[in-house]
């Protein structure tokens, strides 16, 4: 997105608040396991691991969550 896209207050809020919710609870981290963030934090307080173990995440998986996070603008 362009910030000349936005030219109100509310829009920078949305499009920012949308980005982090992405960040935080959509996009995958290698280095943490293959886990989103969120999914990450969970698994270290509960030790609950929410992917079967020797099953990563497909590339199309992540693409399809990221298509879903932006639809969301």
Known sequence: MDKRDCTTYNEVTVI??????????????WDLDGLSPEEFYTYQQTGIYSLKRGVS????????????AERKH
């Open 16 to 29: 920012i608040r949308d980005w982090m919710d992405y960040y935080n609870k959509v996009r995958y981290q």
């Open 57 to 68: 995440k497909s590339k199309d998986d992540k693409q399809k969550s990221r298509k879903t």
